[in-house]
């Protein structure tokens, strides 16, 4: 029987100076919950910012009396407060193997755990037992996790960051479709506030990108919480013809009565989930028929563990699970791990991945618009040191 226990629990904070980057042209337009205000709606995007700029990412490690440490990141920061004001310190001593009892422990052990930054912090504990474990016994986590019947695991292209000027589009989705895959997302610049000019523009990128890729490639879109029930069923009607494979998040998270409005008015398919952060939250969503595809976070809705249970509640209704892609280790094991009705592919913003994970080495990357099975124990998080220029403990707790 292996003996461990957890020993310390740290936050660390890895820094350098990334030099300028003079294809960045910054962030464009993209409609947003605050967009409902036109003046928090910027017409030509966040502008790149001039100069080398500082990269900061935190990555929490859980270390054992076996001599092993468990990893994960980058953390958000909103985890950084519960941990470092005693969820950290109350896994000192404790089984490093017993990560559900960890998980209800800490779910239970605050009236707000349940949601928001607690449960971020929860999710990174998680994740970070879970890559312990594989470290200790050698193995990728998505082998403990039941193994795999997949060589390599779908993703599709998400275009978060891609500007929508004259020909881009084009040119992004065709590229998409070359490198091997056959599905992609792209985000909405509009909003209600923005008018009928917005409208139109949101039609024209469902009818641009389709134009592009044809039959050969699904299409979904995002509205990132950013309508209403009346926008977007006017919307829907002129699009549904053009056949979007999901439309996601076009109210917030708990709009359910929205949801089923619009699901009962169009038969394109609707998605959401990477803001609802409890199996009780997306019960309703399953029980009613309202979804598609639920995209819940593993590194927001309480890590693997949850996210497993997650796909077998999921599983039960018929609606399959893509987890959203704020990041990329633990949804990949996640998914690797399912059946592919049940998971069928990973998300991968390709614009923001490769920055987002800049400290590590060997980050896992779709090729053929697919990934490789992991083969590093855990979830194979090592550091590139030579890209690392400061490290310093934001906590730590033994």
Not at 91 to 117: C, E, K, P, V, Y
Not at 270 to 277: D, S, V
Request: net charge negative; glycine share 10%; proline share 7%.
């Amino acid at each position: 029987m292996i003996q461990a226990k957890i020993s310390s629990v740290r936050m660390i904070e890895l820094s350098a100076l990334i030099p300028e980057d003079s294809t960045n042209r910054g962030f464009p337009p993209q409609s947003r919950a605050v967009s409902v205000y036109n003046q928090y709606h910027p017409a030509d995007g966040w502008p790149a910012p001039a100069g080398p700029r500082r990269k900061t990412s935190l990555y929490l490690e859980i270390g054992t009396t076996a001599g092993v440490t468990g990893r994960y990141g980058p953390i958000d920061q909103e985890a950084v407060a519960p941990l470092a004001e005693g969820m950290a310190s109350s896994l000192l001593g404790l089984d490093a193997l017993a990560n559900t009892f960890i998980w209800d422990m800490l779910q239970r052990g605050n009236r707000h755990s349940r949601h928001g930054n607690r449960k971020i912090a929860i999710s990174a504990v998680d994740n970070a037992l879970w890559d312990l474990r594989g470290r200790l016994l050698g193995v990728p986590v998505w082998q403990l996790l039941g193994g795999s019947g997949r060589t390599r695991i779908p993703a599709y292209a998400s275009t978060l960051g891609t500007f929508h000027g004259e020909g881009e589009v084009e040119e992004t989705a065709a590229r998409l479709l070359e490198e091997g895959y056959t599905a992609q997302k792209w985000f909405f610049s509009d909003g209600p506030a923005q008018g009928p000019e917005g409208m139109e523009r949101n039609v024209a990128l469902v009818q641009r990108t389709r134009e592009t890729v044809g039959e050969r490639s699904a299409l979904m879109f995002d509205a990132f919480m950013s309508w209403d029930l009346q926008y977007a069923r006017r919307w829907a009607s002129r699009v549904e013809h053009l056949r979007p494979d999901w439309l996601e998040e076009p109210f917030p998270a708990g709009a359910i009565e929205s949801f089923s409005q619009l699901r009962a008015s169009t038969s394109i398919p609707l998605a959401t989930g990477e803001h609802l952060y409890d199996r009780h939250d997306i019960l309703p969503f399953l029980q009613r028929g309202l979804l598609g595809v639920l995209q819940v976070d593993p590194e927001w809705c309480g890590g693997t563990t949850d996210l497993v249970r997650m796909c077998a509640m999921a599983e039960t209704f018929g609606v399959a699970v893509i987890p959203h892609g704020h990041g990329i280790h633990a949804a990949l094991h996640v998914v690797a791990s399912q059946s592919p009705e049940v998971c069928p592919r990973v998300e991968y913003l390709f614009h923001h991945m490769p920055e987002r994970h800049y400290f590590e080495t060997d980050t896992p990357t779709p090729h053929g618009g697919s990934f490789a099975l992991p083969t590093r124990p855990g979830f194979g998080i090592e550091f590139a040191e030579d890209r690392i220029k400061e490290s310093r403990d934001v906590f730590a707790a033994s």
